[in-house]
């Protein structure tokens, strides 16, 4: 096991911040992550999990043990008729393995595509896109407990997966280390078409009966018309997360902003468009030094170039601010602040 001092996180987060680790080791193996928690390093030192580092801002370097996850290998464990069950391990690339899948004809998880990170934090914050969440393919996952050493298994249920939710998110968070999912693929599609601007796009592809290679790749299009790529321009896609109002807040706010984007959720509540109340605050494409809020979207914040992780979090904060004020609606941010 080895352990690396001082070194830079730039190429290890998506933000691009140049933040150094007291310490950092990378796990290949779950003897290696054995070991090291039961060390005195670990003991003694703050820890910080990193996947693909592309849903985190460090405001500072880290004064502790960062660990990398590269565990990897995708298992198949069940196979009928109608479905497959596989087991990935938690390195892997995200989207390395929606790629696999689809090219398996496996559905479920194809509007998923492009998403950036690694697989063992898709269950973090349930990722989701498109109108899919993990959890719709989600069976359990295995993660090792880190002040005991024990590997723990998690169904879906104690997972407790929520909008941008999870059990480690919230009551168990940084108290585990998540090694494995499993998820259940079905070899017959149920596609999910109409969020977003998918139809339109499968239509300008020109299919007409589309299979999931075809609603993959309209995903993919649609994301790299919308998003900044994080190799050409730090972004940690969407920082706050769209904001949950009552349906009463809802209709005072429709009154005076009829242009108001908003989604049904559930009985009582409405889900606002963040990205769309922080335009109406002025900030989308305005750039402050090296940081700033994206052209083409608002709810993504931006380092041109040698932006500090504190100057991105000042402007969330003067958005979160701003939208307070303009709407009292507080949003919070998606992406985790370390
Ligand atoms: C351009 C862009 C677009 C994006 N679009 C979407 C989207 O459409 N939908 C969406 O949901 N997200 C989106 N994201 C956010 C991000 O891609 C996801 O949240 C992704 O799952 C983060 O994976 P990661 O490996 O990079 O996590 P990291 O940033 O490395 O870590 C995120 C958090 O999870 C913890 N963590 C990571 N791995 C583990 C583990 N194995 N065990 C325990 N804790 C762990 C970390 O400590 C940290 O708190 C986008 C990001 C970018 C840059």
């Not at 973090?124 to 069976?139: D, H, R, T």
């Not at 075809?214 to 706050?240: C, H, T, Y």
């Not at 349906?247 to 559930?266: H, M, S």
């Amino acid at each position: 096991m080895h352990i690396q001092e001082g070194q830079s996180l730039k190429s290890m987060n998506t933000f691009g911040i140049d933040a150094k680790a007291k310490y950092l080791s990378i796990i290949r193996e779950i003897s290696d992550l054995e070991t090291l928690v039961k060390s005195n390093l670990f003991k003694e030192e703050n820890h910080l999990i990193l996947g693909g580092g592309s849903n985190i801002l460090l405001t500072k370097d880290y004064n502790g043990l960062v660990i990398k996850n590269e565990l990897k290998g995708i298992s198949l464990i069940n196979e009928d008729n109608a479905s497959v069950i596989l087991k990935i391990m938690s390195g892997e690339v995200w989207h390395e393995l929606v790629l696999y899948c689809v090219e398996n004809n496996w559905a479920g998880i194809e509007n998923l595509s492009l998403i950036p990170g690694s697989v063992g934090a898709a269950p973090m914050q349930n990722i989701g896109a498109y109108g899919v969440e993990l959890k719709s393919v989600f069976i359990e996952l295995e993660a090792l407990h880190l002040e005991s050493g024990e590997v723990h298994t998690f169904d879906k249920k104690a997972c407790d997966f929520g909008y941008r939710q999870s059990v480690f998110k919230n009551r168990l968070k940084e108290q585990y280390f998540i090694l494995s999912i499993t998820i259940k693929l079905l070899k017959k599609p149920k596609l999910h078409l109409t969020y977003g601007a998918i139809n339109d796009t499968l239509k300008l592809m020109g299919k007409s009966k589309p299979n999931i290679k075809d609603v993959s790749q309209a995903v993919i299009q649609i994301r790299q018309s919308k998003l900044p790529n994080p190799s050409e321009l730090g972004n940690s896609g969407s920082f706050f997360k769209n904001p949950i109002v009552e349906n009463e807040k809802f209709k005072e706010l429709k009154l005076n902003y009829p242009n108001i984007v908003a989604y049904p959720a559930g009985e009582k509540h409405t889900k606002l468009a963040a990205g769309w109340l922080i335009e109406q605050c002025g900030y989308k494409g305005k750039r402050y030094g090296d940081t700033g809020s994206h052209k083409h979207q608002a709810l993504v914040l931006v380092n041109y170039g040698n932006a500090k992780g504190k100057d991105i979090w000042n402007l969330a904060l003067k958005i979160q601010a701003s939208v307070k004020a303009k709407f009292d609606v507080d949003i919070q941010p998606e992406v985790n602040i370390i």
